[in-house]
């Protein structure tokens, strides 16, 4: 038999932002797909319309642009398996529950909610399924007489799956391995409303993956359980020749305990679980985005992909072309990877530091606004060279102790470049690095200095080196740690040169005038 073509689909119900495990499971579906020269299908599952959402849609599109996850069909895309929004597609649904009705491998149950309640009152553990269907109101018990009279009559009903018991349903999965279940421990799913006249999720995503050509379903492992019921369906419709290989992927855990990530984690420790900030239309409600918090896609998608995958060197830093082909689907663990969102910070210093100083500066520069400052891209761009190597001071939320770490974020910069754009206003007599380093003779070392530099026609690096290291040999003097008083105000900042350099003579010297008639 012929390699059948790769396609592979991600298929998100519109009920909410994407959360990020849900991103991880597109990001493997299209390295998979990419890899195999295959297609990755976007489809939009949303028969559910008690949970509808607006603007979710929107929002998941947009997610993967930022990303750099690239469909090749499905909605906004285009297609010849169109349309991919499952509420557009409720003709074609009608046909194929017609097609197991009609060769009884499903059935239409007019069971009200209240009946079936009083059911499960009645007996213990109750489930639809072989052994109890018998005692049901449905086609299976009623003469079809009644059931057409009931139709007629406008009675809601259901159409459920009738599952043959105590047969060993196999699904084959690559993560996995063979998976075995008993169809005796499976219900008589309902496949489809006459109320909406709508299918469930069940019946519209197998009919959509075989309609669709899929070959390979790669999705998160809260699926696992509903796969068997999928290997009956495509058997049920006559597809078992075509029924896609299944690879359920590890859950994402929680950073510290024991369970699923959840977004009451990352809002406790202080880290986004969806991609892009998200307005909740109903509440009003913010979450925080990876977009929005400064992460860079790249590191985003280096990070997520190998959560439950690692390419079995030691390399981690991996480009989208790398991973391509690196990724192995069989080789995805199956026990659940642990968020470990201290190491997305380290991601996002590596892939910042890859940018040139001039790709910093769009950020840099809007934050400088939003402090009111307003400067050119290179002047910027000359803050982020001086600046990017340093490290900064943050508040572990884990430990709540002050830890430091590089800069991993252009928005690291603000604090300790603050003094590149305002001059210290006031000097705090009781800073530790001022007591130390304004001494009696500051006020005329300073005012030496100053003069010296106010002859210079060179105010480079080099031009201010020549003239100002040659005083201080030949004087024995040491005025570096003054001079940063005056300039910054505090123990930080770059090489004094070049922060003098980047001022230019003006404004140097007239901090320096102004921290010596304030410090004396
Ligand atoms: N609509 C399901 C979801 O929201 C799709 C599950 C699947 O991939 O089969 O994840």
């Known amino acids: 038999m ?212 899929v070959s390979h379903v790669i999705r998160g492992e809260e699926w696992l359980p509903s796969a068997p019921l999928h290997v009956l369906l495509y058997e049920a419709f006559g597809w078992a020749d075509t029924m896609p290989t299944f690879a359920h992927l590890p859950l994402l855990l929680k950073p510290v305990g024991n369970g699923k990530l959840s977004k009451r984690d990352g809002d406790k420790l202080g880290f986004p679980v969806f991609p892009l900030e998200w307005h909740d239309p109903k509440s009003g409600e913010i979450s925080s985005g990876y977009r929005e918090k400064g992460y860079l896609p790249q590191a985003v998608v280096n990070f997520l992909a190998l959560l439950g995958w690692n390419p079995g060197t030691e390399q981690e830093v991996l480009s989208m072309e790398e991973l391509i082909q690196l990724f192995d689907l069989s080789k995805c663990s199956k026990a659940g990877a642990k968020f470990d969102y201290v190491k997305g910070v380290w991601f996002n210093h590596q892939y910042l530091l890859k940018q040139t100083d001039e790709e910093w500066t769009p950020a840099f520069d809007k934050i400088l606004k939003e402090n009111g400052i307003e400067s050119t891209p290179a002047k910027e761009a000359q803050v982020v060279s001086m600046m990017k190597q340093k490290v900064v001071e943050y508040q572990d939320n884990l430990s709540g102790q002050i830890k430091k770490r590089n800069i991993s974020f252009v928005s690291d910069l603000w604090p300790l470049c603050k003094f590149f754009f305002v001059a210290p206003d006031s000097f705090d007599k009781e800073d530790k690095f001022i007591k130390k380093n304004w001494k009696e003779n500051a006020a005329a070392d300073m005012t030496e200095l100053a003069a010296l530099l106010e002859g210079l026609d060179d105010f480079s690096v080099e031009g201010q080196k020549q003239v100002v290291d040659a005083w201080a040999e030949q004087t024995g003097k040491k005025p570096w740690n003054a001079w940063r008083v005056c300039l910054v105000g505090a123990g930080q900042g770059p090489d004094m040169y070049e922060l003098a350099a980047f001022l230019g003579k003006e404004e140097t010297l007239a901090r320096m005038k102004n921290a010596i008639a304030t410090l004396g």
Do not use: C
């Open 2 to 213: 012929a390699e059948r073509r790769v396609r592979v689909r991600f298929a998100p119900s519109p009920t909410g932002p994407l959360h990020i495990g849900g991103v991880r499971t597109a990001l493997y579906n299209y390295l998979f797909a990419r890899q195999h020269g295959g297609d990755l299908i976007f489809r939009i599952e949303d028969t559910d319309s008690n949970r509808f959402v607006p603007g979710a849609e929107d929002y998941i599109i947009e997610s993967f642009k930022w990303l750099g996850i690239k469909f090749d069909e499905g909605v906004s895309f285009g297609g010849n398996h169109g349309p991919y929004r499952q509420s557009e597609r409720r003709e074609i649904y009608k046909k194929y529950v017609k097609q197991l009705l009609d060769t009884d491998k499903a059935y239409i149950a007019f069971d009200t909610p209240e009946e079936l309640d009083a059911k499960r009152q009645e007996i213990p553990n109750f489930q639809y399924d072989a052994q109890t269907r018998g005692l049901m109101r449905n086609s299976l018990t009623m003469p079809a007489e009644e059931v057409e009279r009931l139709i007629n009559e406008g009675h809601q009903y259901v159409v459920r799956f009738k599952i043959e018991p105590g047969r060993d349903v196999l699904v084959n999965d690559i993560i996995r391995g063979e998976v075995s279940i008993n169809s005796s421990i499976l219900d008589d799913k309902v496949l489809y409303k006459s109320a909406d006249e709508l299918p469930t999720y069940h019946l519209a995503n197998i009919v959509d993956d075989h309609l669709m050509e």
